[in-house]
């Protein structure tokens, strides 16, 4: 896996780029301008990002993700997504009343266009979709192949296709986030 180099990174063109940043020489970045990386960020191969993004600190984005963020998409500090999650934040509606697709004119479809945001902790697994309008709560966990509609609970793990709560989440993570913190402080 090959990164671009912090000065390309800078040509890009990104609204903003912060520390310790590595993303793919193989991601496919639109509208970088829209685009917010925090520090210590990863994204890997062939991973898409386009529209209004905005990236947190210690956050991941495993190979093969994409964020469509034509509504809007936060991932705050410490979230991740594993490899092939798709996140949708504008999306056509598939009932049959209206046309689809990017190439018929607004007047003949119907779009929802709603902002995602995933809170603090949260984790995507592999291969799952979030659709518009969701908002996983803090230190939510969404299992591998999952289907997420609507918003979740905080520290609560989901999974199925559409998502059901399976149970709590373990919190003991805080202690070693403070603890990681801390320690930057003293670097």
């Known amino acids: 896996m090959s990164f671009y180099t912090r000065e390309e990174l800078k040509k890009i063109g990104f609204k903003s780029l912060g520390t310790n940043v590595l993303i793919s020489d193989k991601c496919s ?35 093969f993700s ?34 689809t697709n990017p ?6 479809k119907k779009v929802q266009s709603e902002q995602v945001i995933l809170k603090k902790h949260s984790l995507v697994g592999a291969s799952s ?29 989901y999974f199925g296709s559409p998502i059901k709560k399976l149970k709590l989440r373990k919190q003991e993570l805080l202690k070693l986030e403070e603890e990681l913190l801390e320690e930057e402080k003293n670097v």
């Open 103 to 108: 190439t018929v004119p607004n007047k003949y």
């Open 66 to 99: 994409a964020l469509f963020g034509g509504a809007g998409i936060i991932m705050e500090d410490f979230t991740g997504i594993s490899s092939r999650v798709t996140i949708y934040s504008v999306s056509d509606d598939y009932s049959g009343e209206y046309l």
């Open 129 to 157: 979709i979030i659709l518009p309008g969701v908002t996983l709560g803090v230190g939510t966990s969404i299992g591998a192949n999952s289907l997420v509609t609507k918003s979740t609970e905080d520290w609560t793990i």
């Open 29 to 63: 970045i639109y509208s970088p301008e829209k685009i917010e990386i925090g520090n210590n960020v990863r994204i890997d191969d062939f991973s898409i990002l386009s529209g209004d993004i905005k990236i947190g600190n210690y956050v991941h984005i495993a190979a």
